[in-house]
């Protein structure tokens, strides 16, 4: 279980910046895979800008990072913060990995246009300050604000990424399709989305990338990537087209 610890509602609101920082970028290393982060997010710098927070699209040197041979950009940067959607590394790894501390990861939501919450976590390195920031850059954006324990993947994209490996198996084994996967899915448990039509839309790269990290956190076999996830990836393919 994801421990969680709500704070709007109880913490006072922060001050609201006045600009943030958004990185959409192609045609760097790594760039499938920042794309696949960068395409669920867009909705985010959407609704900042409705709320009249100043958006500046920019490559920032000090915030750009290589590591384990692919580009790290975060989604947003604010007040010296780093925000990236979750990769499966937990905030506090990957403010070590690119020597950034003040890095905050949140998670998958269905729809960040219409989302109510969005859920985040700090790394340990992470200054009160940039922290608060953060909070309030999101709660500009009028979202409640869920902190969630650091661990790696967090709550929605930990539990989509191994959903989507399971249901990717299942079609490689024939058991059924990708479509019927997903109606499964979405008729058997209610699910609003079926895992593998998720998958296409966070991108393959994306739940790959999970799924690694996630591996090289827990050392378990049930996060080793699907052979046809990995196809997939490498043939620049989807489950649905």
Same mark, same amino acid.
């Given at each position: ?20 920082? !958004? ?8 760039? *499938?895979?920042?794309?696949? *982060? ?12 409705? $709320? ?12 750009? %990072? ?58 340990? #390195?992470?200054?009160?300050?940039? !922290? ?6 999101? #709660? $500009? ?31 490689? #084994? ?31 790269? #994306? ?5 690694? %990290?996630?591996?090289?956190?827990? *050392? ?15 043939? *620049? ?5």
């Amino acid at each position: 279980a994801v421990a969680a610890e709500r704070w709007s509602g109880t913490e006072p609101p922060q001050p609201r910046p006045e600009y943030v920082g !958004y990185t959409t970028e192609a045609g760097v290393p790594g760039a *499938g895979l920042h794309a696949a *982060g960068a395409s669920v997010t867009e909705a985010l710098a959407a609704r900042l800008s409705a $709320a009249g927070i100043g958006i500046e699209h920019r490559k920032t040197p000090e915030t750009r %990072h290589h590591v384990a041979g692919h580009d790290d950009a975060p989604a947003f940067h604010c007040a010296g913060a780093a925000v990236y959607l979750t990769d499966g590394r937990s905030a506090t790894q990957r403010a070590a990995d690119n020597k950034h501390p003040d890095t905050i990861v949140f998670d998958l939501a269905l729809d960040y246009a219409g989302a109510k919450r969005i859920a985040i976590a700090r790394a340990d #390195q992470c200054a009160d300050s940039a !922290y608060r920031a953060v909070v309030g850059m999101l #709660q $500009a954006a009028g979202f409640s604000v869920t902190r969630l324990d650091d661990v790696p993947g967090l709550a929605v994209m930990r539990t989509v990424a191994m959903l989507a490996n399971e249901a990717a198996d299942a079609v490689n #084994q024939g058991v059924c399709s990708a479509a019927g996967a997903d109606t499964a899915m979405q008729k058997g448990v209610n699910y609003p989305r079926g895992p593998l039509a998720w998958a296409d839309a966070v991108g393959i790269a #994306q739940i790959v990338r999970v799924l690694h %990290h996630l591996a090289a956190s827990y *050392g378990e076999d049930r996060y080793r990537v699907a052979p046809l996830l990995r196809r997939k990836l490498a043939s *620049g393919g989807r489950f649905h087209e």
